[in-house]
C-alpha cells in the first residue's frame, strides 16, 4: 500500500466518522447522562462492534450482504427495532439525581447496548467491505494491510466518540435541573427513534 493511498483512505475514515450515526450519539447521550468515565464503556463496546463488522468483511461477508438482499434487510431491521427500543426507554427514563444514575448504571450494560448499536448496523458491513478492498494490495500479504486499515480506522473513529462525549459531558451541570433532564431524555430518545426510522427506510 503506497503513502497516498494510506492518505486517502485516513481522510475518507475521518469524514465518515465525524457523521453524527447511532454510535456517536450514543456516545454523547451516555456522557451526558452517567459522565465522561462511564461513556468509556460506551466507547469500547462500539469499537468492539466496528471490529466485528471488519472481521466479518475481511470473511466476504460484506460482499454477501451486497449480494443477498434478504440479509442485509434482517440486519438493518434488527438494527432499526433497536435504536428506536432505545429511544423508547429514554423517554420512560424516570428523573434522577446525575450522580444517581452515574452510580446505578452498569458498566457492561454500556458495553453491551453500544456493540449490539454498532454491531447492527448493516451499513458498516457494506462500507467495509466496499472501502477495504480499494485500499488492499493483492501482490502483497493481505493480513499485514488488513490489519494496518483495521487499526487507523479504530483509532480514529475513537478519536472522534471521544470528541462527541466531550460535547455531552458539557451539558451535564445543565442536566442537573430535572426539567433540563426531561427534555434532554425526550430530544435524546426522539432522534434515537429517528434514526431508527431512517436506517429502517435507508435504501443502501
Not at 444517581?100 to 448493516?122: C, E, M
Not at 488492499?136 to 500479504?141: H, L, N, S
Amino acid at each position: 500500500m503506497s503513502l497516498e493511498q494510506l492518505w486517502l483512505f485516513t481522510s475518507i475514515t475521518l469524514i465518515v466518522s465525524a457523521s453524527p450515526g447511532p454510535v456517536m450519539l450514543a456516545c454523547m447521550i451516555d456522557a451526558g447522562r452517567y459522565g465522561i468515565v462511564k461513556s468509556f464503556y460506551t466507547m469500547a463496546g462500539a469499537s468492539v462492534g466496528n471490529l466485528v463488522l471488519m472481521l466479518l468483511s475481511a470473511l466476504g461477508l460484506g460482499l454477501l450482504v451486497e449480494q443477498a438482499e434478504w440479509i442485509f434487510h434482517a440486519i438493518k431491521w434488527i438494527g432499526a427495532a433497536y435504536l428506536i427500543y432505545l429511544g423508547v426507554q429514554l423517554w420512560r427514563t424516570p428523573l434522577q439525581a446525575m450522580e444517581v444514575a452515574a452510580r446505578d448504571i452498569r458498566s457492561q450494560h454500556l458495553f453491551s447496548k453500544a456493540f449490539l448499536v454498532a454491531v447492527t448496523n448493516p451499513k458498516g458491513l457494506v462500507y467495509f467491505g466496499a472501502l477495504f478492498p480499494q485500499f488492499i494490495d493483492i501482490q502483497q500479504p493481505m493480513p499485514p494491510q488488513f490489519a494496518l486499515l483495521t487499526v487507523i480506522f479504530l483509532v480514529i473513529d475513537l478519536i472522534w466518540m471521544a470528541i462527541y462525549a466531550l460535547g455531552g459531558r458539557s451539558i451535564m451541570r445543565w442536566l442537573r435541573s430535572p426539567e433540563h433532564q426531561r427534555w434532554f431524555n425526550w430530544i435524546s430518545g426522539s432522534v434515537l427513534i429517528i434514526a431508527g426510522v431512517a436506517l429502517a427506510l435507508s435504501k443502501l
